[in-house]
């Protein structure tokens, strides 16, 4: 990490480092929810473009000097009005943005954590080559965007994900090197939103069996239904509006249309089938079932400490069932 992260150069380690950013100036959330970037809060340094730029104006200044060279003085000083005017823009170019909270959905741990953010431009002027990236992780750079005149957009920011669990967005420096790349501005902000991360899909220990203590699957029938069963012989006392009349009246005698409802395979999942598995890898064998049973259409249920999802099936009750494994502590 470097003390001006958009320059390259070099930044101190360990507290000192954590000091000098304690006096930094950060973006926090305002009243209505939204981020606004005040000019007192932008950061600017010279890029490694410009600290070659700043050195050839200061040679152009010495030889124009020594050779009395009045178009060197002329095309020296246009080349530092130049590079005054790009300062400007460069920083005007992160000024009054407004940031809305970040979205973000599930991942599964060891996927990056996707935020979006939507930035809006309440100047009358285009500000361009805006991106972002976690605080002390450069990699993760967004894709620049582009913020017509009084137009927003939406910054994607990836995140590396290492537990599960809720992970904090947190600290989000915005930055910009546009219109020259000779100088680079930055902002930093706060943001208080988290994504959800599920436990992560190992490999499932041999011999593992997510039907162990739990009875196993098992189906069952109920009567009265929506699924047509078949005739049975109609007796005194059974339910006229069953009839089949179309029968009846071929002379075929007295039927009922019978009815069942088949449930299918119920399959619980419990906490102690994982036995004998390291305490995060009962967490992976669990959650590599639920990911199985789901796509293969079954229906499940979830048993552990603390909380025990009945069975079901589909899209809500998988991201139950995850969210559960996820936040489940020891």
Known sequence: MSLFPESGVDAPSGRIWDWLQSLTRTVET???????????????????????YCIMLIAMLFGSNNYGSNPGFLFTFLLTGLGLAALFQTWKNLVGLQLSSARSSPVFCGQPARFEVTVKNVDTVHKAGIS?????????????????????GTLVINKPTASRGQMLLGKVCLTTRYPLGLLRSWVYIQFDESCLVYPSIGEVAEGFDYAQDNQSAKSSTK??????????????????????????ARGKGWNLKHFEDQKGEEIWLHWGATSGLEFEQRISALTKAVVQLEKAGKSYGLSI?????QPSSGANHQHL???ALALFQA
């Open 223 to 248: 009567v009265d239904g929506d699924d047509f069963a078949g005739h049975k012989t109609y007796q005194d006392g059974d339910n006229v509006m069953h009839v089949d009349w179309k029968a009846v």
């Open 305 to 309: 400490p603390g909380e025990k999802l």
């Open 132 to 152: 972002c990236y976690p605080w002390k992780n450069k990699f993760f750079m967004s894709k620049a965007i582009d913020l017509p005149a009084l137009e927003e």
């Open 321 to 323: 069932c995850l969210k």
């Open 30 to 52: 305002e009243s209505n929810g939204v981020r606004v970037v005040r000019p007192k809060q932008v950061y600017i340094f010279p890029t490694r473009y410009g600290f070659l």
